[in-house]
């Protein structure tokens, strides 16, 4: 099967002063279609570097990584690679379905994106608040309006950067079993960087990373994740 993205001993380093820092060390993976896959690792061992390299968002410091089912890196964006990161990052002045639908508006006229923008509301069951504010949101329905966002444009392929981070338990299963469906019955790819083992035994594929190396890609034991 061909792959939405295959990265080869791609690194990532960077400067922090006088120091060099290593962030991500020859890692080599691929995402296949469908796929369903949790990055696990403490904060700091390189997840969030290696998902901005899966999706284009940053170019590695060596190493090659191409989008064989995506095409260039330059067209990732909006549309086949969609982002849901840690915090919400809504527009304050924008209602909900406003900023669920602004991405889409670069790419199609405003009705239909307002079209796509609702059926993903309802899919995340905020059909109900469509006309409120950021302001007006509890932090889960913030968090699930980004999901929304990144789901309305019907991407192939979905990063989530730590989605459940900031939530507590039960607000957390809730976010995480809408996901779940919402990207089973479009189909789309998914993988999701955390370090809560609850969020981890939910994905069928683990990937683990330990000081910026790719340990394995295997089941991992959900007690050394925290």
């Not at 962030?23 to 896959?37: Q, T």
């Not at 995506?70 to 209602?95: C, D, H, N, W």
Request: glycine content about 8%.
């Amino acid at each position: 099967m061909t792959p939405l993205v295959s990265a080869r001993e791609v690194s990532r380093s960077y400067r922090q002063g006088d120091a060099k820092i290593h962030a991500l060390k020859r890692a080599s993976c691929d995402v296949f279609p469908g796929e369903h896959i949790a990055l696990t690792g403490r904060s700091g061992s390189g997840k969030s570097t290696l998902l901005h390299l899966l999706g284009g968002l940053e170019l590695p410091s060596s190493g090659d990584i191409l989008w064989p089912l995506l095409g260039e890196r330059e067209t990732l964006r909006p549309g086949k690679v969609a982002y849901v990161f840690q915090m919400p990052s809504l527009i304050p002045s924008l209602t909900v379905i406003e900023n669920v639908a602004l991405p889409l508006v670069l790419q199609r006229d405003e009705e239909e994106a307002a079209g796509r923008a609702l059926d993903a509301l309802r899919r995340l069951e905020l059909d109900q608040i469509v006309y409120k504010l950021p302001e007006e949101l509890s932090g889960g329905q913030a968090q699930r309006v980004a999901v929304a966002r990144a789901l309305a444009g019907q991407p192939k392929l979905i990063l989530a950067d730590e989605p459940t981070g900031q939530l507590d338990r039960a607000t957390a299963q809730h976010l995480l079993e809408l996901l779940l469906g919402s990207v089973a019955e479009s189909g789309a790819a998914l993988v999701v960087a955390t370090h809560d083992p609850a969020v981890a035994e939910r994905f069928p594929n683990h990937w683990r990373m330990t000081h910026g190396v790719l340990e394995s890609q295997e089941v991992p034991d959900v007690s050394a994740l925290v």
